[in-house]
C-alpha cells in the first residue's frame, strides 16, 4: 500500500515537472509582481478600459455599439488560447500577440507601437482581473501616467496610441472604433479639436464606425500626459486634414 501511494506522488511529480518544462506560461501569473500590475493597470486605462470596462468585465461605453462585444477579462473570456487551440488558460505569448496584431473582424485594434514592457505588464493587469484560474488581485493603487513622447504630429499621433481607434489617411491609421479623422478639419475647428483632446466627452462625434460615438471611450488623461505644445502641434495637424 504504501509502495503504491509512493509510486503515485511519483508519477505526479513527473507530471508536473512536464509541465512546468512544456509549458511555463501555464504557471505564470499566479502570484503577481504588483510594480508590474500597477504599471499595467496605467496601459489598460490608457488604451483599453474604453471598450473593456472599468473591471474587464467588457462593458465599456463603446461595448454599447461593438459587435462582437470586447472580451470579458473576469469570466476568462478569450478568444485565443494555445496556439489556436482551446486550453484553460491562454499563454503570454497569445495575449501579446493579440495586443500587437489586434483581432480581424472585431473592434479589437492593434498596438504595436507599446514597448515590451508595456505589453509584459498589461499582460499581468489582464491576467489578475480573471477569477479562478488566475489568483484574483485586489485594485492597483493609482498612479500618475508617464508623459506622452513626442514633438511632431505624427509621432504624438502615434505615440498616444491614436492610431489604434482612429482612422487617418494621411499618416495610414486605419483604427475602427472612433470617427474616422482623415477630414476632421472640415467638421471641427482647431480650438474644437484641442477641446476635444483636453476634454474628449466636451465634443463628440455623431457617428463612429460601429455607430453612434459613445462618452468615455476616449482616454480621460491627455491633458495630464501632453504638455499644452504638443497638444497645439496635434490639434493644428489635424486641423488641416480636410
Not at 512546468?20 to 504588483?34: A, E, H, M, T
Not at 482612422?167 to 475602427?176: I, K, P, S, T
Request: with cysteine.
Amino acid at each position: 500500500m504504501v509502495a503504491r501511494l509512493f509510486a503515485w506522488l511519483a508519477g505526479l511529480a513527473l507530471v508536473l515537472v512536464f509541465l512546468v518544462i512544456i509549458s511555463p506560461d501555464l504557471f505564470r501569473g499566479y502570484i503577481f509582481n504588483q510594480e508590474e500590475r500597477s504599471a499595467g493597470r496605467r496601459v489598460y486605462e490608457t488604451y483599453c478600459i474604453g471598450c473593456h470596462g472599468e473591471t474587464g468585465l467588457g462593458d465599456g461605453e463603446a461595448s454599447l455599439v461593438l459587435n462582437p462585444k470586447p472580451r470579458n477579462f473576469v469570466n476568462g473570456d478569450f478568444k485565443y488560447f494555445h496556439n489556436g487551440e482551446a486550453g484553460p488558460l491562454p499563454t503570454d505569448a497569445s495575449l501579446a500577440t493579440t495586443i500587437r496584431n489586434g483581432v480581424p473582424g472585431s473592434a479589437m485594434p492593434a498596438f504595436p507601437l507599446l514597448t515590451d514592457e508595456e505589453v509584459k505588464d498589461v499582460i499581468t493587469y489582464i491576467k489578475s482581473l480573471r477569477q479562478g484560474g488566475w489568483q484574483e488581485a485586489e485594485a492597483a493603487p493609482s498612479a500618475a501616467a508617464p508623459p506622452i513622447a513626442g514633438t511632431t504630429a505624427e509621432e504624438l499621433f502615434a505615440n498616444a496610441g491614436c492610431n489604434g481607434c482612429h482612422q487617418l489617411d494621411a499618416l495610414g491609421a486605419v483604427g475602427g472604433v472612433g470617427p474616422n479623422l482623415s477630414q476632421v478639419g472640415s467638421r471641427l475647428s482647431v480650438d474644437e479639436i484641442r477641446q476635444s483632446i483636453m476634454e474628449p466627452n466636451a465634443v463628440i462625434a455623431a457617428e463612429c464606425p460601429a455607430g453612434p460615438c459613445p462618452q468615455g471611450v476616449m482616454p480621460q488623461n491627455f491633458a495630464q500626459r501632453l504638455s499644452a505644445e504638443q497638444i497645439d502641434t496635434l490639434a493644428t495637424f489635424l486641423a488641416a486634414q480636410k
